[in-house]
């Protein structure tokens, strides 16, 4: 089973919408989750912590449910910016980061 | 703000050669780490260094990869005898870990090397 796993996408969505998107991981004694986004041949840039409490970020909202597992991120109001590839990271133990296949979002006008 | 810099931007080298790619760490971190990307797949760990040496590996970091800090800012990948398979983006990252901070295991991110081996 993967470390991480997500939707891989694509989610196309017009400028203004809701995406939703979650990712799943497979050891419960993870202790760190992120969401990075990437552009593409570019580097992962952190986008928001996820804490266990759940946390927003202006128009960002990420959610951790530890029962079950997974990590989800919540885009308001969608801008044409924010298309790029969400990347699920899970850190599980001393400081490796384990990264999801990443899923892409695609904002149209 | 501070950033993580990698030199060179793209590597083109042939099998067989030794390439070394450099990173410049935020200046206040403590951890720094290697992650490759190959086109079209997800980002992977590659090796973590602290307090003068690597403190987790992974698979890939077998006996053709070393690291090193040289001197105060720089942070080095060496690739021994380059193969087709090592072509990939390499991305240096580093952070503070630190405890009692939701913060502290945030990594930040280079902009990469893209190695070709031909």
């Known amino acids: 089973r993967k470390e991480v796993e997500q939707d891989p996408g694509p989610f196309n969505v017009p400028e203004g919408a809701t995406v939703a998107f979650n990712c799943t991981y497979s050891?419960?004694?993870?202790?760190?989750f992120f969401w990075y986004r990437q552009d593409c041949r570019k580097e992962p840039k952190l986008l928001m912590s996820v804490y266990s409490s759940g946390n927003e970020d202006g128009r960002f909202t990420a959610q951790l449910n530890r029962a079950s597992q997974y990590i989800s991120l919540l885009i308001r109001d969608s801008k044409l910016s924010d298309s790029a590839t969400y990347l699920c990271v899970v850190r599980s133990n001393d400081y490796k980061l384990s990264f999801g296949a990443g899923t892409t979002v695609t904002v149209r006008a | 703000e501070p950033e993580v810099t990698q030199t060179p931007s793209h590597q083109v080298t042939q099998m067989g050669q030794e390439v070394i790619l450099r990173c410049v760490p935020i200046?206040?971190?403590?951890?720094f780490y290697w992650y490759r990307q190959i086109l079209g797949q997800k980002v992977e760990f590659l090796v973590s260094?602290?307090?003068?040496?690597?403190?987790?590996k992974s698979e890939i970091f077998d006996d053709q990869f070393s690291v090193e800090r040289p001197d105060g800012s720089n942070f080095t990948l060496k690739i021994r005898s380059t193969k087709l398979e090592d072509s990939a983006m390499y991305f240096c990252?580093?952070?503070?870990?630190?405890?009692?901070?939701?913060?502290?295991?945030?990594?930040?991110f280079g902009p990469g090397t893209r190695l070709t081996v031909t």
């Open positions: 200046s206040n971190h403590l951890y």
């Open positions: 050891n419960s004694a993870s202790q760190s």
């Open positions: 260094f602290y307090n003068n040496e690597i403190s987790e």
């Open positions: 990252a580093s952070g503070v870990p630190g405890t009692g901070s939701k913060s502290s295991y945030e990594q930040y």
